[in-house]
């Protein structure tokens, strides 16, 4: 769902490691979920995506998981870069083909 | 790809006055434009769904009366803050769906920054 006035949890990572960012979703009739990823002052880009119908889809270093029982989503970033250090945002198709986002995660990668 | 324009990127206003921001599909035509609104450290919350021809559909809780929507053409809908306030200061952020395709597939633009003193 929808998240109100939450501000964004952070996740630091040293340079070279995995990152692995978690989210929970709402609407257990979602079956499609897509990640952004957005740097400061910009609009979301699109990274991964993923339909209902699957538990996991790779990508250029990264993956995403889902699951389905819990409504829960992660995105794996491999091996790291400075340039991963952005928001991420977790995103579900609802009702009415409308995008709904995700609370969001700050990436930090340290160098 | 396709590319979504949003015009003014930063805008600072007085209190009271009101601003209009335009967003527009450049390469592309998109039946349906979504607005969004984003305040520091926060997620994107969607604002309204606008579809070209007819009325925007607005979420819960905003006021239809104080954001007023219009998407006269397949290429450009507007954002108006009408008799903007301070606690409208916020980052406004569109996106387009190329006519034809799927929510999945939706592009989005810059943001616009508004800062009402």
Not at chain 1, 63 to 76: G, M
Not at chain 2, 70 to 89: I, K, M, Q, R
Request: aromatic share 10%; net charge neutral; hydrophobic share 35%.
């Amino acid at each position: 769902g929808e998240s109100v006035g939450l501000h964004l949890p952070t996740l630091s990572v040293q340079e070279g490691d995995n990152s692995i960012i978690n989210c929970a979703y709402s609407n257990s009739a979602s079956d499609y979920f897509i990640w952004y990823k957005q740097e400061s002052g910009k609009g979301p880009q699109f990274i991964i995506d993923i339909r209902s119908n699957m538990d996991k889809r790779q990508g250029q270093r990264v993956t995403v998981l889902l699951n389905k029982t819990v409504k829960h989503l992660s995105l794996q970033i491999a091996a790291t870069q400075p340039g991963d250090s952005a928001v991420y945002f977790c995103s579900e198709i609802q009702y009415g083909n409308k995008l709904v986002f995700g609370a969001g995660t700050i990436l930090r990668v340290k160098s | 790809g396709a590319v979504v324009s949003q015009h003014p990127s930063w805008v600072i206003c007085k209190s009271g006055t009101s601003v209009k921001i335009e967003c527009r599909s450049l390469d592309f035509q998109a039946t349906t434009m979504f607005w969004y609104r984003q305040f520091p450290k926060q997620s994107l919350m969607l604002m309204a769904t606008s579809n070209e021809g007819s009325k925007a559909t607005y979420e819960q809780g905003v006021e239809k009366d104080k954001f007023l929507i219009n998407h006269a053409s397949l290429t450009l809908s507007t954002l108006t803050v009408t008799s903007a306030h301070p606690e409208d200061s916020s980052f406004y952020i569109c996106s387009a769906i190329p006519a034809g395709r799927d929510t999945g597939e939706l592009f989005f633009g810059e943001g616009s920054r508004l800062t009402v003193l």
